[in-house]
């Protein structure tokens, strides 16, 4: 069982940065890929960014790609978002989630989720 809480989320203006992390309590973190997922307001959510145990792989989806970063600590058990540049179309509840797995899979496929944390961007 592993516990994920996310924080970092809030209200900011449009080309303003934000750190979004997950903290990660539980079974040994660095067995996990994690991922950065959001959900809009009457919308599907949809990946974010992804990043491989070790923290040497990365993917993103395209509407974040040159503007975010994710990366982990696994010595803090944390991994983070680093969103800069921020659009009003970013504006969605952010979740991360975990999956024991060596390999990136689907959405569908992580195990364990937080319970999400807000970002609103405002133009």
């Known amino acids: 069982q592993v516990q994920l809480v996310e924080s970092g989320g809030g209200v900011v203006q449009a080309g303003d940065s934000l750190r979004l992390s997950c903290a990660a309590s539980g079974r040994t973190f660095g067995n996990y890929v994690m991922g950065w997922f959001r959900q809009a307001p009457g919308k599907e959510r949809e990946f974010v960014a992804t990043?491989?145990?070790?923290?040497?792989?990365?993917s993103y989806a395209d509407s974040v790609k040159g503007r975010f970063a994710i990366s982990r600590d696994n010595a803090k058990n944390t991994v983070y978002l680093q969103m800069n540049s921020l659009k009003p179309e970013d504006t969605a509840v952010y979740y991360c989630?975990?999956?024991?797995?060596?390999?990136?899979?689907?959405?569908?496929?992580?195990?364990?989720w937080g319970q999400g944390t807000q970002v609103t961007v405002s133009s």
């Open positions: 990043v491989s145990r070790s923290g040497l792989s990365t």
């Open positions: 989630a975990a999956k024991e797995t060596r390999v990136f899979v689907a959405m569908s496929d992580y195990d364990y």
